[in-house]
């Protein structure tokens, strides 16, 4: 049950990441991932995203790493998500 409620969160959280940072570009920010903005130069962002969120789901489904993968990843993500509504709030008070 632990592992599907992380891979849950961990498919929300990859959804507010690329959400939260189309806004945070769309209002005049920057991607500071250096592989993420040659990704995107390429429009090949969001198949990259897509094969690297199956790719950990798939290590998750493994019981013996699985919850450490999960909560190592979803914490990654619960800061980069944080980080670009921190991003937007700031952007907004401008």
Known sequence: MILFLLA???IILN???VTT???VLKNGGYEANPIA?????FHLFLPAKIIMVLVILLIMADEET????G???CGIYIFI???NCRTLRLQSQD
């Open 21 to 23: 940072t189309r806004k």
């Open 15 to 17: 959804i507010l990441d």
């Open 66 to 69: 699985g919850i450490k993968t």
């Open 37 to 41: 903005r040659l990704l995107m130069r």
């Open 71 to 73: 909560i190592i990843c």
């Open 8 to 10: 849950m969160l961990f």
């Open 81 to 83: 998500v944080w980080n």
